[in-house]
């Protein structure tokens, strides 16, 4: 058994991999703010505090613990609300980040998975994006995760660290009520709640949608997976898919062909566009996405079903 620190294990994906961690029989500690992050998320079996990773001096309550690693995933995650609390963004995602791996330093951890993001790459054009490609980002927040990565790789000659460029991640667990991140999770609100869409931008805007359970799976992989140590890597599915080709596969799965959109102006230094080349990591990892995105909206769906009362 190994004990891992599990950083924003209140949200979406830091509890589901804290679940997948506890499932293996290993201890987790978790830490949340719980700035987006709800508690019915955190695993009942993971020890639980509440600390702000910006403040160095909350995190004097993991000095007991010895982490065989840190994986990082807590963040300000929204490019939208970015610009409208820069500083926060500023302060979570690029000193918080800092602060872990002085933590790391000062405690002998030797093993540091950061959650970085799409949005570091700015806009692209329609060929998948490479992990080679130079960082451009638009958003306040892509600046501060792209200075989180360059943090990690100033710590690389002292720990063993992996970065991953998480692209639109879905699935059963995400917050529905968050109605400024994750664009899945926004439209099927909509859709529950028998609302007309609200479309932010061009239907024609594309992503690279990943099942969160494939998400889980390539971040359990790569704790042990010397392979991956002082790389970063795409992780995604690696297709594209518009906007508007979303909608019809989440229309699908609600069983609702016809349903009202509303288009409005896009949000400020939106992403028109990008997919991801996940050959590195489906060779250095030996993992590749499993789930559809068909598949993977039918059981986001069922389990929206089963827990509408909490939206």
Known sequence: MKTYL???????????IARKLLESGHKVVGIDNFLTGLKENIPSKAKFFKA??????????LNKFKFDAVLHLAAQTSAEISFENPTKD???NSLGTLNLLEYCKDHKVKRFIYASSTSIYGDVDEKPVSITRAANPKSYYGITKLAGEHYVQTFSDRMNTTIFRIFNVYGPGQNMGNLKQGMVSIYMYYFMKNKPVIVKGSKDRFRDFTYID?????????????KTYGKTYNLAAGKKTTVEQLLKHVALSWGKPSYPIEYVGGTPKDQFGSYADVKPIIRDLNWKPRVGLKEGLDNFVKWAKDNSERW
Do not use: C
Request: net charge negative; hydrophobic share 55%; charged share 20%.
């Open 214 to 226: 494939d998400i889980v799976n390539a971040w359990a992989k790569a704790i042990d997976a010397p």
């Open 6 to 16: 599990v950083t924003g294990v209140a949200g979406f994906i830091g509890s589901a």
């Open 90 to 92: 500023l302060l979570i």
């Open 52 to 61: 702000d990773i910006s403040k160095m001096g909350e995190l004097k309550a």
